[in-house]
């Protein structure tokens, strides 16, 4: 396994729909630990397993962004949004975007099933900025960022930043910092496969 990074916008593994996890092993144990670690050090508040270029359903989610609040770190493993309620506009960004934000419209209350690092079935019923925050990674596992769920108008405004990481992420494709992107898709595949 690679060492583990934030890839940014638009790295094919943003765009990929997760699969499901079949086990929980020590492997998965080590990448949860290493996404809590990556996810600090950006200062978030939740990361996506596509965030960190590996296609499994799973996220990591602690709204305090605090590694010494451990009993604040969520693992969201196999997650499904059973049930949405009301309706709420806030402003999002996104590590995989770094400085970028803008308003997106949430549902305001969710019921998530997940499991947990110990494989037990779990439901949990959240609001607020954790109700955001969870349909927010939700939604990375879909491969879906948050620019796509912006009203027209709002997006534009944000386009020319998304552009430069575009053209970012292309040179450094050019100069052999990431592979192209068909290489990094057969890599996605590939681990898809080894997750069985």
């Given amino acids: 396994m690679p060492a583990l990074q934030i890839v940014n916008y638009p790295h094919p593994a ?27 050090e950006a200062r978030g508040i939740g990361l996506a397993a596509n965030q960190v270029a590996l296609p499994y359903r799973l ?59 110990n494989g037990q079935l779990f439901e949990i019923t959240l609001d607020d900025l954790a109700a955001r925050a969870v349909q927010h990674e939700h939604d990375h596992i879909e491969g879906i960022m948050f620019p796509d769920r912006m009203v027209e108008a709002k997006r534009n405004e944000i386009d020319v930043l998304i552009a430069d990481f575009e053209s970012e992420f292309r040179h450094k494709q050019e100069t052999g910092e990431y592979p192209p992107d068909e290489e990094i898709r057969n890599q996605l595949a590939q681990l898809e496969q080894e997750l069985g």
């Fill in 14 to 40: 943003l765009r990929w729909k997760s699969k499901p996890v079949k086990s929980i092993t020590p492997e998965l144990r080590d990448i949860v630990r290493k996404m809590f670690d990556l996810m600090y």
């Fill in 59 to 117: 996220f990591v989610i602690n709204l305090t962004s605090d590694p010494n609040e451990p009993e604040e770190e969520f693992v969201f493993i196999n997650p499904e949004i059973t049930k949405r309620k009301g309706t709420a506009e806030g402003e999002e960004g996104c590590l995989s975007l770094p400085q970028v934000y803008g308003d997106v419209k949430r549902s305001e209350e969710i019921t998530v099933e997940a499991y947990d690092l």
